[in-house]
């Protein structure tokens, strides 16, 4: 067994090191990643010239107490620090927003100086802010960032937020340029470049048309149905995947026009591989619009943050009360509705909300909590210092008090170590990157879980409580017979395991005693077996784009790769990664498999074949069909953009807005230049569809920018 185990890990590990080397900027599967989240501005300080630039002097704060200045952060610094990342673990960097930010001081409400050091606020997205590049704004640092994380096998994931500038109110007025050309500003708004609508408040954060069109905290909001300020994001995203980002967390998805956000993803993903994940807040899985946030993920191929799940995980682990059945819960509701739940980017803490160590200053249990989502599914995101375990915890560590700078880089932390650790175990066993997840034993401090990609397993254990260990009787799982040792180490107290023989997947543990706040691993990298897929990224994509599919056992020598029965061109081809083009196929869902050479046939993973580039379009239907309270509108036709005339409020498009009732609206994504037929749906709060009457509707979709569509519900 030992033998057989320690085998495969080195093959394992030699086919990841090459695969780092070929593949740093294909992107589009992380599901092997530890991503680690950054505020350049708070990271370190590698350039003292560029700390207070002539064209926005005095935002700096050299003596770093006023907490909304800029502290000296910045690319090259982040540069400096790649060796100490790499040591840890970390194979990708999801830095703030790096783009140009507003350039002058807005005083806050006691008169201190305040400034965009989080990056939030964008003047030119398509130039490099001067705090952490250069006071030319050039993409000179950028480059040298991104082709010193390359070479270190790191990813360079950008946040991007498209949802606004910005103050409205205030600064600059929400002014905007296109790489140093002034477009536009809020206040003098004749081209219709942002909505002028409130702030988001009370109801409205639960109300689809104001959480979409409404203000958020006086940003000025973008306009994306507008021609220009669609064009002008697109390829300011473009831009920066020339400049070989790898992924983006999409700001703020949640208020951004749902609909154009499905055109953008695809826009990046017509320029390359990426890897695209959302900030769309929510507390739990109750939220009013969770509904709507999975049918967004499964639909746009924008992943999303997992917030229900880092509400589970701070409870459960920051609080004596919370139990594991809170996590369990999530995990298995999530499961239920997201198609690619192993996408889900999760987290402990990050710069919104106050660090773990604020809430509960007890470092096995951070120990755990990092333990847990590494080991989890969904790709783990560590915010930066989590393993220095900074902490500030003035005003209960909230904003700006969870964005200290980083106090030190000591590679010896059992939390540096603890990474460096899951991080590799996450990359060679497949079970934890593609794997199901299943509960083996639960009470309320304790939580085992099992992990399992066809044979290959691990199951881990954590036992929160500070000091009552438990007698772990009854433990059955689906790792072979034989005796496994802690992958741990006994990093966190874990031992070995003995599992002997039994049937159906239960093979029986011999009862032990798992310690007070103990963390063990044991795991299981089966060796040879057929090819097996794990991962297809983007999720959906019209002919031509690339698709990266991760997994095994593809072997040395390329074979086929076929969407349906239709043979794709194979881009490249390694024994765990593949990036194959979509074929000229018919718009629809696909099987996508991998044929080894020899003739081996893996396991079949689903792809939306898309009719064309996506081309967002503003629908509106005039007095639709009496709706009353849970009945809305959707819009369906006979494109897979259009739902295939489905009548569900999953498989429709919507539901539509209606801020001027009986008029609806939506903005959609439909395929480029094609003539499409659609039609109008009243869906039911209980699921009666009435449909309107009449020929379908028949509209030709430009060939680029935007377009818009007015029609009356045909009675
Ligand atoms: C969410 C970000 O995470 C937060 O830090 C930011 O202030 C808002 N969006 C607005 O961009
Ligand atoms: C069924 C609907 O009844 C009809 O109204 C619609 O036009 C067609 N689907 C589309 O083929």
Redesign the pocket.
């Known amino acids: 067994m030992k033998t057989t185990t320690r085998r495969t890990l080195f093959f394992s590990l030699l086919a990841c090191a090459c695969l780092l080397a070929q593949t740093a900027a294909r992107a589009a599967d992380f599901k092997r990643e530890t991503v680690y989240q950054i505020i350049t501005d708070r990271f370190f300080d590698g350039s003292t010239a560029n700390n207070n630039p002539a064209q926005s002097s005095g935002l700096y704060d050299a003596t770093k107490t006023n907490w909304r200045a800029y502290w000296g952060g910045d690319l090259a610094g982040i540069q400096q620090k790649m060796s100490y990342l790499a040591g840890m673990g970390v194979t990708a960097i999801w830095i703030s927003p790096p783009v140009d930010n507003l350039n002058t001081n807005i005083p806050d409400g006691s008169g201190n100086p305040t400034a965009s050091y989080h990056g939030y606020q964008g003047r030119d997205f398509k130039r490099v802010e001067e705090h952490f590049g250069n006071s030319a704004n050039t993409w000179t640092d950028f480059d040298n960032l991104v082709t010193a994380a390359h070479s270190s096998g790191i990813k360079v994931i950008i946040d991007f937020a498209p949802n606004h500038t910005t103050q409205d109110n205030a600064g600059e007025f929400g002014a905007f340029y296109d790489n140093g050309t002034f477009l536009g500003n809020y206040t003098n708004d004749t081209n219709g470049y942002f909505h002028h609508n409130a702030n988001i408040s009370g109801g409205g954060w639960d109300d689809r048309y104001q959480v979409e069109y409404y203000t958020l905290f006086d940003l000025a909001d973008l306009n994306q149905e507008n021609s220009t300020v669609d064009a002008y994001l697109k390829a300011s995203a473009t831009l920066f995947q020339q400049h070989g980002v790898d992924g983006f967390r999409i700001d703020a998805v949640k208020h951004v026009t749902w609909g154009w956000e499905y055109s953008f993803a695809n826009s990046i993903f017509t320029g390359g591989d990426s890897f695209l994940f959302g900030e769309w807040y929510q507390g739990n899985t109750n939220d009013p619009l969770y509904h709507d946030s999975y049918k967004f993920a499964n639909k746009s191929g924008i992943s999303l943050l997992d917030f229900p799940l880092n509400t589970a995980v701070r409870n459960v682990f920051g609080s004596a009360n919370s139990n594991f059945s809170d996590i369990d819960a999530v995990i298995t509701q999530e499961a239920s509705n997201f198609t690619w739940d192993e996408d889900l980017v999760t987290f402990i803490d990050n710069h919104d909300m106050a660090r773990f160590l604020s809430i509960n200053n007890n470092q096995n249990r951070l120990h755990e909590a990092l333990a847990f989502i590494e080991t989890a599914r969904g790709i783990p995101c560590i915010y930066y210092g989590t393993e220095q375990y900074l902490h500030n915890d003035t005003s209960g560590g909230t904003d700006p008090y969870n964005r200290p700078m980083m106090s030190g880089f000591s590679t010896t932390t059992t939390a540096y170590q603890l990474l460096n650790k899951l991080s590799t175990l996450r990359r060679n066993n497949p079970a934890i990157a593609y794997g199901s997840m299943a509960q083996r034993w639960i009470n309320p401090d304790v939580y085992i879980y099992e992990r399992k990609f066809f044979g290959s397993v691990a199951l881990v254990a954590i036992n929160k409580n500070d000091v009552t260990g438990y007698s772990i009787t009854g433990l059955n799982t689906s790792l072979p017979v034989g005796t496994y040792s802690d992958n741990l180490t006994g990093l966190l107290g874990g031992s070995s395991i003995t599992v002997s023989t039994g049937t159906g997947g239960n093979n029986p543990v011999t009862a032990f005693t798992l310690p007070a706040h103990t963390v063990a691993v044991w795991q299981y990298t089966e060796g040879a077996a057929l090819p097996q897929i794990g991962s297809i990224g983007p999720v959906a994509g019209q002919p031509g784009v690339k698709v990266t599919i991760g997994g095994r056992n593809f072997g040395a020598t390329q074979g086929t790769v076929k969407f349906g029965t239709t043979t794709a061109v194979v881009n490249s081809w390694t024994a765990t990664k593949i990036v194959a083009t979509v074929p000229a196929v018919a718009n629809g869902s696909y099987n996508v498999t991998v044929t080894a050479s020899g003739g081996a046939v893996s396991n079949g993973i689903a792809f939306t074949a898309l009719t064309a580039k996506l081309i967002p379009v503003t629908f509106t239907v005039f007095n639709a069909s009496p709706t009353v309270t849970g009945d809305y509108i959707f819009l369906t036709g006979?494109t897979v953009e259009l739902g295939s005339?489905a009548t569900t409020w999953d498989g429709a498009v919507g539901p539509m807005l209606a801020p001027n009732y009986p008029n609806w609206f939506l903005n959609a994504s439909v395929p480029a230049g094609q003539t499409i037929?659609f039609?109008f749906i009243k869906i039911a709060a209980g699921g009666a569809v009435t449909?309107e009457a009449g020929a379908?509707h028949t509209y030709t979709v430009p060939a680029s920018g935007v377009g818009f569509v007015n029609v009356n519900w045909q009675y």
């Open positions: 006979n005339w037929q039609k449909w379908n």
